[in-house]
């Protein structure tokens, strides 16, 4: 290979990266998307279940939801594991018992690239 | 923790990338090319001799990286001591489901290399060749590689081992080269046979740069997402030092090529001069090429730049 066509090759790779610099892509990390209950919502029937959909695929093994009344005083909740059949799901079964009023829902999870991220969201019972 | 992973993650890609990288080159750089028996022996027997403490470390490593992931997973300082948390690393995450294959070769390998040594066996390179194409591959299926949903999961992590590869075909070919120059000038086989060397290396790792160019491009739009973030983040900073080391590493390789090789091939001045100056530059390669995988064994623990735009 010549001198000109190897430095015509690396100045065009080198253009190609500097363009290539103001391209969007994929959402790194575990971030909520979704949940149900809603963020910040007025449900009017006791959710069940908190079931929250992330940006990525997460571990279940060391992911957890935990959920808190306005008071401070954590309402009792099954153990958080990923959905079967979309792994960037979570959800937790509520075990206790609801009464109306403000409630804070607080996740950590484990993406599977191994970083862990947290955050927590409100919603509201009003029946 | 963090910083002892990322000694442990630099430990790991080094000695896996010396592993493939070097034992890749006799099959492009020697064969066929004015083959003496004694020759290959004498860089098949280096390259063994080198795989065996780079499995070492390799796997030395690789328990040490599952002891950090099991306390940073479970959130349990003792978690690398607790034999129900490096279970469930090892069974229930991505992780561990990629990492027991890694540690079951990487327990083998040293085993069969030091059998081999020990036995004073006729040295093999294929076995460490394909050894490291797998434990070089895999590590795209551990890190940011792993991200993702959908299609661009499978692009990304396509697109990392073959990052990696090319990177190993360079960095761990450089050891190889360095030591097969030094031979064939110790061992007066003549300067044409080490002119076809050099020129067979210096085609490879052109190819690998390109590689490497391209599917880092598209890395990092996978995980920086903006030019302003290459300056305003972490991550975007130390990847621009990787950027700058590999550079570096581009311009050493073009000075060898363009400048060096041309004088050891008309033989412009006594021959040792530009050979002295070439084993040098190739030392400097190696050099740079430390900083960068340095560089990439922080980069895995960062949060990658794309994060700071969804926050």
Known sequence: MSKTTTLRVISHAIAV????GSCTGAVAHAFL????PKVGSVVTTPPKTIRIQFTQRIEGAFSHIHLFAAGGQEIATGPAAADASDQAVLTAPITGTLAPGHYEVRWDVLSVDTHHTNGHFPFSYQP | MEILLVGLRFVQYMAVMILFGSSLFPYYALAGNGSTRARNANIAAFIQRAAFYASLAALLSAIGWLGCEAVLMSGDPNGYREGATLWTVLNDTEFGGIWRWRLLLLLLLPIYLAWRLLTHRTPLVWPVLVSGIFLVASLAGVGHGAMGLGFSEWTHLGNQALHLLAAAVWVGGLL????AIRYIRDAELGAEVQRRVLARFSLVGF???????????LNSWFLVGSFAALFNTTYGQVLMVKIACFLFMVALALYNRLFLMPR?????DDGETSLRLL???IAAEQIFAILVVASVSLLGTLPPAMDRMVM
Not at chain 2, 176 to 179: A, D, R, T, W
Not at chain 2, 207 to 217: E, W
Not at chain 2, 264 to 268: C, N, P, Q, S, V
């Open chain 1, 17 to 20: 990266a500097i363009l290539f």
């Open chain 1, 33 to 36: 998307d979704n949940a149900t």
């Open chain 2, 176 to 179: 190889s080269l360095f030591h």
């Open chain 2, 207 to 217: 190819i690998a740069v390109l590689l490497i160019v391209a599917s880092g491009l």
């Open chain 2, 264 to 268: 050891l091939a008309a033989g412009t």
């Open chain 2, 279 to 281: 084993l040098r530059s």
